[in-house]
């Protein structure tokens, strides 16, 4: 289903349109009210071209408001026209750089429904994928200068889940590459979270919960800093518990696991 946004006609346009065009007036009718609305359409006489034209040369110039705008404009005035095609995909990297990530994340998310044949789908997902990241790594969170680890953890979440998506899809893909990194990274940290939680419930003295925490980052992120880092505090909480079976097998493991256990810890 094609998406319709409400557009602010009262916004001075100048910019966008020169004076040469008359802008042609709509007459509505206010229900609260016996006197007419008048309301202009600054789009109303220019073609889909114009206007995506308008986009595009917006989107070059990193003024990425104006270029989601028109590009809003386009799929409103002309939803099915070539250009409203291309906008749909361009104003996906317009609404992120103007860090409206919620809708640059909307708008991929329509993409590959209504072009799942597109040759761009391989972009989209790294894009999805990018938008999430760079939505956990918010500024709100910078500016308070907050632990990574101890952030939730949903967006990067989505965002392992959109680069995997890339990589069984288009194993090929220029993104590939990017998107390895990007998930090792992410791997890392989702590791670093479970451990972080851990800790919370050890300050509480919930033993078996930090436990459990320890075992699922053993389980799920083998070969991660935070992997080796779990098996001490899992022997940790072996002792807290005092299950002497389980302190010899984690002693085990560790022995068998020197070198990379002494890395980490």
Do not use: W
Request: some cysteine; proline content about 3%; charged content about 25%.
């Amino acid at each position: 289903m094609l998406k319709y946004r409400k557009l602010n006609f009262n916004i001075v346009t100048t910019n966008l349109i020169s004076c040469s065009q008359m802008q042609e007036k709509i007459q509505k009718i206010n229900p609260f009210s016996d006197k007419d609305v008048i309301e202009t359409d600054p789009y109303a006489n220019i073609s889909d071209k114009e206007i995506y034209t308008t986009g595009t040369n917006a989107l070059k110039n990193n003024d990425y408001k104006i270029a989601v705008t028109n590009y809003e404009a386009l799929e409103s005035h002309f939803p099915f026209s070539q250009y409203t095609t291309k906008a749909q995909l361009e104003s996906i990297y317009a609404y992120f750089m103007n860090e409206d990530y919620d809708s640059a994340y909307e708008q991929a998310n329509q993409y590959v429904q209504l072009h799942p044949d597109s040759k761009y789908l391989d972009y989209v997902f790294y894009m999805k994928g990018h938008i999430k990241s760079n939505r956990y790594n918010s500024l709100l969170h910078n500016l308070f200068k907050t632990d990574p680890a101890a952030r939730d953890v949903t967006n990067l979440k989505t965002a392992f889940h959109d680069y995997q998506k890339l990589l069984n899809r288009f194993p090929n893909s220029k993104y590939s590459k990017t998107a390895k990194a990007e998930l090792v990274k992410i791997k890392n940290l989702l590791a670093r979270h479970e451990l972080y939680v851990a800790e919370f419930y050890i300050d509480r003295k919930a033993y078996v919960a930090a436990a459990n925490r320890a075992q699922y980052v053993i389980a799920n992120f083998q070969g991660t800093p935070e992997s080796y880092k779990a098996l001490k505090l899992l022997n940790n909480m072996y002792k807290k518990l005092e299950i002497p079976d389980l302190i010899q097998e984690t002693n085990t493991i560790i022995s068998l696991n020197k070198d990379e256990y002494n890395k980490y810890n």
